[in-house]
């Protein structure tokens, strides 16, 4: 794998989401993780579900943050 253009040195090493509805319910706390991805770019990433604390339905969730200007290449 490549080596990104660019790192933020300042990253920590995860970082805690905090999923809330319109009214401030929490739906879900998710721990994104810092990564290394395959296009040779570096951020974060999560994959968790979240449960509607008025319906108790379940959603699956996934976020990717990606440093801009991180990619290989660009």
């Known amino acids: 794998m490549p080596e990104p253009a660019k790192r933020d ?3 920590p090493k995860f970082l ?6 319109s009214d401030g ?3 879900s706390t998710i721990y994104a993780q810092a990564k290394d ?6 951020g974060y990433y999560a994959s968790d579900k979240a449960i ?3 319906s108790a339905e379940r959603y699956q ?6 440093l801009i200007g991180s ?4």
């Open 9 to 11: 040195p300042k990253a």
């Open 16 to 21: 805690e989401i905090t999923v809330k509805d």
């Open 25 to 27: 319910k929490v739906w």
């Open 37 to 42: 991805f395959s296009t040779g770019s570096v």
């Open 52 to 54: 509607n604390p008025e």
């Open 61 to 66: 969730c996934s976020l990717s943050f990606t």
């Open 71 to 74: 990619k290989p290449g660009t």
